[in-house]
């Protein structure tokens, strides 16, 4: 698998296509339900698929070999096994805290390929490139029912630090 920071050049449209097309309702945590992608726990916006390719459009710049090494960031990380997009993840770096830390905000791995160690290989490349990047904390965060994704995340050493709450009124 070839794992490598999107940029300008990267097909938009086909990384939103596998993300929309790989969307569960147990996958929405709460920023699902803080932007514009979800209406309520369990229900996906209408329009998911716009929204998707807005938030890549705007996270594609110049070409990157590494994740950089100052300043915050917000970036795509795409991945292909012979040449078909097969994975995805949204990654955000922020130096404005007592602690540098990273966020892996999204990882999805095309329903076909699931379960041959490309969630974990792409996950190890997020820690390795966040750690090449001067960050030595990572965040993610998963829909409460979600739980053969956490199997992963326990796995590689992710503990639960809070419990987020919401009420409608
Ligand atoms: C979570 C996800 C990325 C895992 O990708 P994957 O390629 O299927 O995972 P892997 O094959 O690398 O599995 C790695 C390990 O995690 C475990 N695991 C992964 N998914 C699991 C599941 N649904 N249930 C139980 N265990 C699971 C595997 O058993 C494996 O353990 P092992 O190394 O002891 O064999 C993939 O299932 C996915 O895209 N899900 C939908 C999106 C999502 O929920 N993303 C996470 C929330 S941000």
Do not use: C
Not at 29 to 52: C, M, V
Not at 72 to 96: M, Q
Not at 136 to 144: A, K, P, Q, T, Y
């Amino acid at each position: 698998m070839k794992i490598s920071i999107a940029n300008k050049s990267s097909d938009a449209e086909a990384l939103a296509e596998l993300f929309s097309i790989n969307l569960t309702p147990d996958y929405i945590s709460h920023s699902e339900l803080q932007g514009y992608r979800a209406l309520k726990p369990g229900q996906w916006a209408n329009d998911i698929h716009l929204q998707f390719l807005r938030e890549i459009g705007e996270r594609l710049a110049q070409p990157l070999k590494t994740m950089p090494a100052k300043g915050n960031w917000r970036g795509v990380i795409e991945a292909h096994g012979n040449d078909k997009l097969v994975g995805l993840a949204f990654v955000t770096i922020s130096r404005e805290s007592a602690v540098p830390f990273g966020i892996i905000e999204d990882i999805v791995i095309d329903k076909t390929h699931r379960g041959a160690g490309l969630g974990k290989e792409m996950m190890l490349w997020l820690i390795d490139g966040l750690r090449d990047a001067g960050i030595s904390r990572v965040f993610l965060e998963s829909g409460l029912g979600n739980t053969g994704a956490h199997h992963l995340f326990e796995q590689l050493g992710f503990k639960q630090v809070s419990i987020v709450m919401m009420r409608d009124l």
